[in-house]
């Protein structure tokens, strides 16, 4: 019987031990994924200055930006998207996040794309940052028109606390819309 205790106990200590080394392995510190995400928002906006050099200004005028280089998207009836990315205030990524998007309707296809978010005001930022998982709603306003040809920031544009510029689209579905867009800080 005292045989079997031991054994138990040891057991029990091991799982203990390993779950423990398990769920460590999971929080990020220490991964090379915000390397990862940084290189390629780098890669994202040097694209985004080269296709449309306007970015620049919307840029320099901005409190932060919001750089999201790969999303995913796709749906048959049932859709969502996936992405991550960092966000930038005075060129220095300050924290990274996830977008996640789910929609219902007529829709089929899938596509790819990138998108940043320019925050004009210093209260938008500020809200931003402090929400536990913020929702891109109606009041973004694009910058780049669907076909992806020019940057239309006007003196209506110029005013919103929140711009979009959604770019590099690849697939097979239309449109590219940022509204129900869900985006949560994360740990890469």
Not at 81 to 99: E, I, K, M, P, Q
Not at 109 to 114: F, I, T, V
């Amino acid at each position: 019987m005292t045989h079997s205790l031991l054994t138990r106990r040891a057991f029990a200590l091991g799982a203990v031990a390993g779950t423990s080394a398990l769920a460590a392995c999971g929080n990020g510190v220490g991964s090379r994924g915000s390397g990862t995400i940084d290189a390629r928002v780098n890669a994202t906006l040097s694209e985004m200055y080269r296709t449309f050099p306007n970015t620049r200004v919307l840029a320099e005028k901005s409190n932060g930006m919001l750089v999201m280089p790969l999303v995913t998207e796709a749906g048959l009836g049932l859709g969502g998207a996936f992405g991550r990315g960092a966000l930038r205030v005075n060129d220095t990524t300050v924290d990274y996040y996830s977008v996640t998007k789910a929609s219902g309707g007529l829709q089929i296809g899938a596509q790819q794309y990138a998108h940043v978010l320019f925050f004009m005001t210093p209260s938008s930022l500020e809200s931003f940052r402090r929400s536990p998982g913020w929702a891109a709603g109606a009041n973004i306003e694009y910058v780049i028109s669907d076909n992806g040809d020019s940057v239309n920031a006007d003196t209506t544009t110029a005013l919103s606390p929140v711009l979009a510029v959604v770019f590099g689209r690849a697939g097979l579905r239309l449109g590219a819309t940022l509204e129900g867009s869900k985006y949560t800080r994360i740990i890469p």
